[in-house]
């Protein structure tokens, strides 16, 4: 007979009656006091479930002091004993910090795993938000046509002060404003021709944007994930910026700085060719971007149906709205308290900037394309998907009273620019550009220049003397007066 514990003949046997296990009596006896459970089961094991075995032995004298051998090897004998049992305890700790070393591991493994497994499913919906066709009236359009039961968000108080002051500051002088005397006439701006043209090889090409102070630069961006920054004066690409993801909206903000908009629904803002900051607000494509006059605020929309509100100077999203349909487009007013936004169903939604609630709606019948404010204060013009015409409508009026004219240029437009002087509307589409003007005096429409050159987007140069326009390929036109 061995012991357990020890695995050395027992002087004292003793067995263990739930297990039938043999040990020393004096070690178990010890390794219940510290435990109280039988060693290698974990079961609970009292002093009465140990049953003595009868063996022959020789009693051994009591050792006087440790002055003897006996008492010396008695004294080693329970050294021993205790070396044994510590031993034995390390052993099963060791075995019970392996196994949960164990379980941690796989534990470990298995949460990467469905974290990959999710990144993977997110990476794979946004791209498919990307390359979906929102259409009109479609409930299986991103969206649908549910409306959503969320509360819109307003502005911080510091900007809605800047709200208010640019209302203020730009509605009073706009009454006594007058056409600036270097401005561009109807003569020059039906003798527009053609002065360069220049492949900036981005495919293909999604949006147009000029810097606003003075006009000497502009922007291309693409679904290729570049952007190219043409110099007007020169008529050259002056330098290409690599972004990495497709783009579908930019705006030159002030300066240097340009926001753009990708296919996954994240606001980049880069300056002087670095990038400032990557804001995820949208879930999926953005379809639209605007500058509010005070140069502060930044607005999107996408087809999520929501409409994000960024400080920058901060760089940080600040608040949202939100729609019913699907987004296309939008445009500060000049004033900055109205932002409109185009819907899939063919409205054109107008909110309030501060508040984000929806002030009014005109129906345009079909998918808003593009619109853009009049200077005057008091026009918008939109256009739908696939139309010819141009509506302008009447902030002033509501319902049928509220179409103020409805123009039809004879091709499809894609995009719309109205000049500072509120005078010149020009349109882009695959068909070319026409350049539609009215007159303030016997309040009629004419148009005054029709050029054959194709445009997914276009911009007024400086003192409208110039027209900016960049094809699906990449190739931007600046058509204007010959000196």
Known sequence: MLCTISGEAPEVPVVSKKTGAIYEKRLIEKYIEEHGVEPGTGAELDLEDLLPLKADHVVRPRPPSLTSIPALLA??????????????????????T???????????????RVIARLTKERDDARESLSQVTVAANSSEAIGGDDSMAVDSEELPEALVEEVDETHKRLSKSRKKRATPKDWASNEDVASFTQMA?????????????????????????????????YSVPVNSLERTLAIGEPLTAALWTGGTRIVLGTAKGSVKIYEAGTELAS?????????????????????????????????????ARVSRAHSSASLTTCAFHPDGHLLAAGT????????????GDLATSFALGASVQALAFSENGY?????????????????????????????????????????????????????????????????????????ATPAVALQWGRHAKQLLSVNADGVLSVNGVKE
Request: no cysteine; glycine share 8%.
């Open 75 to 96: 004294t080693f004998q329970n050294e021993w004993d205790s070396l044994t049992l510590e031993t034995y305890t390390l052993q099963e700790q060791l075995a019970q």
């Open 98 to 112: 392996r196994m949960e070393l164990a379980t941690a591991l796989y534990q470990h493994d298995a949460a990467i």
């Open 197 to 229: 043209s220049s492949d900036l090889s981005i495919t293909p090409a999604t949006s147009l944007t000029i810097e606003a102070a003075d006009r000497q630069y502009a922007a291309v961006a693409g679904l290729d994930g570049n952007v190219g920054i």
């Open 279 to 315: 804001l995820p607000s949208h879930a999926g494509v953005i379809t639209g971007l605007a500058v509010h006059p005070s140069g502060r605020i930044l607005a999107s929309v996408g087809a999520d149906k929501t409409i994000a509100f960024y400080d920058l100077e901060k760089a």
């Open 344 to 355: 899939s169903t063919g409205d054109v939604q107008i909110y309030m900037t501060k508040s």
């Open 379 to 451: 026009w918008i013009a939109a256009t739908a998907k696939g139309q010819t015409t141009v509506t302008i409508f009447d902030l002033r009026k509501e319902g049928d009273a509220a179409t103020a004219k409805v123009l039809d240029v004879g091709s499809a437009v894609v995009s719309l620019a109205w000049d500072y002087s509120g005078q010149f509307l020009a349109t882009a589409g695959p068909a070319g550009l026409t350049v539609q003007q009215f007159s303030k005096g016997p309040k009629t429409w004419s148009q005054t220049l029709s050029s």
